[in-house]
Each structure stands twice: as structure tokens, then as C-alpha cells.
Nanobody, 126 residues
């Protein structure tokens, strides 16, 4: 059974950077697209971006384009979310999720993802 664990969250000032990690166990991530999502209490969980199983395709929502990037190290069974130029509205709990999709594509629809981590909190505040 695939299990995902996020880490790297914390507090940062606006304009700062954080790198989140999503480490998998129980299975290799080679055939899984990975999505990053975030949720503010009381609101729906929303997509941030996704990366295909091979890492060659990514899809980002407009609000993070130019600021967030994603890369994966399949040898370490880990996917990273690099967040730069953080804004207060980026404050949320961030989740990674896995979708079995051995294709050069990924989806940002949360219903496509079967495996989820427990989340890591990111706070952007001065």
C-alpha cells in the first residue's frame, strides 16, 4: 500500500521560499503522477500543480505560475514542491497525492488521486 508523507512546512515571511517534500513508501512512484493540493480551513481543497510519472509534464494553476515548481527524484521516491515568492494567500495545509498514471501527463482534479499524505502546514505572514 502506497503511503505518502509530506514535510518541509513552516512559517515564512511574504516573498520567502519553502521546499516541501513528499516521500513515498510501500511502493515505487515510477508509475504515479503526483499532485500537490492545498486547503484553507472551511474551504475546498484546491489543486496547486501536478507532475507526470516521468517528470516531463507538469500542470500548474494560474495563481502559482512563475512562483512554484515541482520536481521529482524517483530514485529517492520523493517529489518536491519548490515555492518561491510566497504570498499570504498561499497560507494553507499542503497535501501531496498519487494517481496511478504511467503516462506523460497528469491531472489537477483531486478526484483522480487515490493516495494522500497527511498534509504539512505553510504559513506566510509578516
Amino acid at each position: 500500500q502506497l503511503q505518502l508523507v509530506e514535510s518541509g512546512g513552516g512559517s515564512v515571511q511574504p516573498g520567502g521560499s519553502l521546499r516541501l517534500s513528499c516521500e513515498a513508501s510501500g511502493s515505487t512512484l515510477d508509475n504515479y503522477a503526483i499532485g500537490w493540493f492545498r486547503q484553507v480551513p472551511g474551504l475546498e481543497r484546491e489543486a496547486v500543480l501536478c507532475v507526470s510519472a516521468g517528470g516531463g509534464f507538469t500542470k500548474l494553476v494560474d495563481s502559482v505560475k512563475g512562483r512554484f515548481t515541482v520536481f521529482r527524484d524517483n530514485a529517492k521516491n520523493t517529489v518536491y514542491l519548490q515555492m518561491n515568492r510566497l504570498l499570504p494567500e498561499d497560507t494553507a495545509v499542503y497535501y501531496c497525492a498519487a494517481d496511478f498514471r504511467p503516462l506523460p501527463t497528469c491531472l489537477v482534479a483531486k478526484d483522480e488521486y487515490d493516495y494522500w499524505g497527511q498534509g504539512t502546514r505553510v504559513t506566510v505572514s509578516s
